[in-house]
């Protein structure tokens, strides 16, 4: 009896095997890699500050690739209206992405800022960013930038969306500057630089444009808030905005 459950179990088991082999000529293929892209304006604002002054903003992040492997571009900016004062680009950056966790990515590439105008010395720049979705939602960037001159600066971004409704939030918006050295010949102090609160309201029409209004208060710190004391300008700011967050 026992041998007989073992050559029906080798038969059985034959079996298995030979439908397994004809069954995979008709498998299909494996799922190819498949590469996307988006172009997200996180600000296209209008901003009113404390001060009279009107400027247009820019903040945008493009990007192309699969899963694990992108093409990052990156710029912001604004435009005081009526100053006389060309556009400042804060920053326009090609980077690589790399996927390294299931929410995190980093990437590293090369940077430009200063005024858009024929005679600007534009800052040229290395940088390294750390991006993603930390624990409980919170959207994080964190770049580090060294300069032609070896110059470096921290820059951190968050960003948090507390959904009202199912088209509605409310995001809090932190921002910090730090600079690791001094830079005479871009005038900036070493230290925590600037720190930029902002709470904004958003409305999604469709899913791809939501237009929002908020206020934001920015403050120098430290050496740059000594500095700019010493010249007789103001340490703060405080504003209203009016815009979209739109992407595609």
């Known amino acids: 009896m026992k041998q007989i459950l073992i050559a029906g179990l080798i038969t059985l088991t034959l079996s298995v095997d030979n439908a397994l082999a004809q069954s995979r000529d008709d498998w299909p293929s494996p799922i190819p890699n498949e590469y996307f892209g988006q172009v997200l304006f996180d600000r296209l604002e209008y901003t009113r500050t404390d001060e009279q002054q009107n400027i247009a903003v820019w903040d945008m992040q493009a990007w192309y690739g699969g899963d694990y492997h992108r093409l990052v571009f990156k710029s912001e900016g604004e435009n005081t209206q009526n100053d006389g004062m060309p556009t400042d680009l804060e920053r326009a950056e090609l980077l690589y ?52 001159d070896g110059d470096m600066q921290f820059i951190n971004e968050t960003e948090y969306d507390w959904q009202l409704s199912q088209v509605s939030y409310l995001q809090p918006r932190l921002e910090v500057v730090a600079n690791l050295t001094d830079s005479e010949k871009y005038d900036r102090q070493s230290g925590l630089s600037n720190i930029r609160i902002g709470l ?45 967050r739109i992407w595609f």
């Open 97 to 148: 992405g790399y996927l390294v966790s299931s929410f995190w990515s980093i990437q590293f590439g090369v940077g430009t800022k200063g005024e858009l105008s024929s005679d600007a010395d534009m800052e040229n720049y290395a940088v390294v960013s750390y991006q993603g979705l930390a624990p409980y939602w919170f959207e994080m960037e964190n770049s580090l930038r060294i300069n032609e």
């Open 200 to 244: 904004r309201y958003r409305h999604e029409i469709v899913r791809e444009v939501a237009p929002y209004v908020g206020v934001y208060y920015s403050k120098a710190l430290g050496n740059t808030a000594d500095a700019l004391k010493a010249e007789g300008k103001s340490t703060s700011e405080t504003g209203v905005v009016l815009g979209a």
